[in-house]
Structures are given as structure tokens and as C-alpha cells.
């Protein structure tokens, strides 16, 4: 009796989970599918594109790569692109984590509405102060500069990444702050061998979430910078387009590679970018 009614039970729990497989199975497909097709029509010549856009190539053209980095001049956007993501992360990763701690530690008057300002902000879209930023940029001489487009983008990132950290750094324990503090430690060591350590997860939570945003963006980058040294690597599509239309054998060729890397590190760094997505909630 006791074997039966365990068999039901077993037999009840593993129908509940078909459905729950099932479901993650579409999100699966529906998710890499576009990678995948992505990647197969990287293989194909603009002739077939047109001809067989869903299917596998009849010849699989490794050259396509090739002829993509050399046309569309990835090997300068690259390093650009490479060079806005890392000012950008570490800029915003030093003053949105100073800002994060004081308003998670030292508890500030206003903190609350600081915060509320901070998450309204981060949905302002940039087009609402796009012209006089743009002004205010050629008059500093900031046009056409690596420095001027990483603080733009760190300011566009700064709320959502301060909102983040510091409500990953509420969650903390205060005690091994304490302790740190009975055994001489001033705040700044209370902060790089306390603080940092424990919260890593969130930091590196806002270091893809920045990084991907930068590396991603295109339409800022056009308008505050006219030298095209200083293109990021999404403006190599420009490069496939002629006259009377577009390679798209090479356009999808280039987009594979402008996305493989940053989904190789998503995939790698995936547990704790969820990690410090649920653990850094909704806490004021």
C-alpha cells in the first residue's frame, strides 16, 4: 500500500514537471533560435540569403568572417568599443559603489527619496536632454573624445547601478562591518576588504549590465562623435551598405561576431549575474 501510494506520488510530481519542461523548452528555442539562425546565415552567400533564409547552406563559407572584419574595419571598432566598455565599467563601478555604500551605511537624510529619484531617473529615456547635452559637450570640448562619451554613459547607467548596489549592500551584515571596525579598520578598508568582498556578486551584476548596454549602443555614439577613428563596433554596419543595397551574408557574418563574445561571457558568468539580480531586489 505504502509502495502504491508512493508510485502515485511519483507518477503526480512527474506529470506536474512536463509542463514546466515543455515551457522551458519554447523559452529555450525562442531565445537562441535567433542566435542560431543568426550564426548558419553567417555561412551562406548573399544570393542564398535570399533563397534559403532558414535553412543550412548548400556551402559553408568561412570566408565570409574574414571578408566581414576586413570590410567593415571590426579591428578599430573593436578596440573603441573594448575602450568605451572598460572606462565605462570601472567609472561607474568606483562612484555608483561609493554611492551605493553611503546611502546603504551612513543613511543620509532623504535617503528614501534619493532613491525613489534614482529609479525614476534610471526610465528618463536620454532624448529628453539629448540637444542641450549635446551643446553643453561641444562647448566643453568633449565631442569626439573617448572621455566625453564614457561620462555620458556612465551618468545614463549611474541611477539604475547605484539603485542596485545599494540595495544589494542593505542585505550585507553590519556585524562583520563592526568587528572590522573594533580591530582598527577605517572606512575606506571597511569598504575595499569588507564591503567589496561580500558584495562581488552585485558589482559584477552591475559591470555586465553596464558593459552590455555600452558595448550594444549605437545611436549616442553617432551623434557625439563624427571621427570615424572613434566608431564603435555597431557602427561596422555602415560598412555593408552600398548604393543599391545590403551584403547580408557579411551583415550577419559581422553581427555573429559582435555577439558571440558577449554571449560567451553571459554564459559563463550567468549564476552570479542571477545571484546578484535576486539578491540586490527591490529593498529600501
Known amino acids: 500500500m505504502i509502495a502504491q501510494r508512493e508510485f502515485f506520488l511519483f507518477r503526480k510530481q512527474r506529470e506536474s514537471t512536463v509542463f514546466n519542461h515543455i515551457f522551458l523548452s519554447v523559452l529555450v528555442l525562442f531565445s537562441l533560435g535567433p ?12 544570393a542564398e540569403m535570399g533563397l534559403n533564409p532558414l535553412g543550412l547552406p548548400q556551402e559553408w563559407r568561412l ?5 566581414a572584419w576586413e570590410k567593415g574595419e571590426f579591428e578599430r571598432t573593436f578596440k573603441n568599443s573594448v575602450i568605451y ?25 532623504g535617503a528614501n527619496f534619493v532613491m525613489i529619484y534614482l529609479l525614476v531617473a534610471s526610465t528618463v529615456p536620454i532624448w529628453l536632454y539629448l540637444v542641450p547635452l549635446f551643446f553643453m559637450w561641444r562647448q566643453l ?11 555620458i554613459y556612465t551618468a545614463f547607467n549611474a541611477p539604475f547601478s547605484i539603485f542596485l548596489l545599494r540595495s544589494y549592500l542593505i542585505g550585507l551584515p553590519v556585524e562583520l562591518e563592526d568587528a572590522a571596525r573594533v580591530d582598527g ?13 561580500l558584495a562581488w556578486p552585485g558589482f559584477l551584476t552591475v559591470g555586465l549590465v553596464v558593459g552590455l548596454g555600452v558595448w550594444s549602443e549605437f545611436q549616442v555614439a553617432v551623434i557625439f ?7 564603435p563596433v555597431t557602427t561596422s554596419y555602415f560598412k555593408f551598405t552600398d548604393r543599391f543595397g545590403r551584403d547580408w551574408s557579411l551583415t550577419n557574418a559581422g553581427a555573429f561576431m559582435m ?17 546578484g539580480l535576486t539578491q540586490g531586489g527591490v529593498k529600501f
Request: proline share 6%; glycine share 6%; hydrophobic share 50%.
Open 85 to 109: 566598455v572598460v572606462g565605462t565599467v570601472s567609472l561607474a563601478l568606483v562612484l555608483c559603489g561609493l554611492a551605493a555604500y553611503s546611502l546603504a551605511r551612513k543613511n543620509p537624510p
Open 63 to 67: 570566408e565570409n568572417f574574414g571578408r
Open 141 to 151: 570640448g568633449f565631442l569626439n573624445t573617448y572621455h566625453g562619451l564614457i561620462l
Open 225 to 231: 562623435t563624427h571621427n570615424p577613428e572613434m566608431f
Open 259 to 275: 555577439v558571440a563574445p558577449v554571449l560567451v561571457l553571459f554564459l559563463a558568468l550567468q549564476r552570479r549575474f542571477v545571484e
Open 35 to 46: 542566435v542560431v539562425l543568426l550564426g548558419v546565415n553567417s555561412f551562406k552567400s548573399n
Open 185 to 197: 579598520a577605517n572606512e575606506l578598508q571597511v569598504l575595499l576588504k569588507v564591503i567589496v568582498p
